[in-house]
């Protein structure tokens, strides 16, 4: 099992970003993704998911809004795009994958099966 952020990076306060990952190893279209993010210091929280077929997604308070989830079952890959970005967004983002997603414990990280290792997206001018 392999998940691969990509995407991350530099940017201004207001810019935008795309996160990508990509999934190999397991049968993607049957698992609910999500990412999550973890600022220097601060414990790993829940950003956003989106269901096996692309049918639901739930976000955040703090990223709602500003930031949707899609997934491309065809080419294994979801996405995160990220606007309107602000310096506490600062973070390293991990993707993560889970066969089952159970609403109640979407947001805790020892749920997920799979993890990625990580992009780090910095906000600054």
């Known amino acids: 099992v392999q998940l691969v952020e990509s995407g991350g990076g530099l940017v201004q306060p207001g810019g935008s970003l795309r996160l990508s990952c990509a999934a190999s190893?397991?049968?993607?279209?049957?698992?609910?993704m999500s990412w999550f993010r973890q600022a220097p210091g601060k414990e790993r929280e829940f950003v956003a998911v989106?269901?096996?077929?692309?049918?639901?997604?739930y976000y955040a308070d703090s990223i709602k809004g500003r930031f949707t989830i899609s997934r491309d079952n065809a080419k294994n890959t979801v996405y995160l795009q990220m606007n309107s970005l602000k310096p506490e967004d600062t973070a390293v983002y991990y993707c993560a994958a889970k066969g089952f997603l159970n609403r109640a414990t979407m947001g805790r990280t020892d749920v997920w099966n799979y993890w990625g290792q990580g992009t780090q997206v910095t906000v600054s001018s």
């Open positions: 190893g397991f049968t993607f279209r049957s698992y609910a």
């Open positions: 989106i269901t096996d077929s692309g049918a639901f997604t």
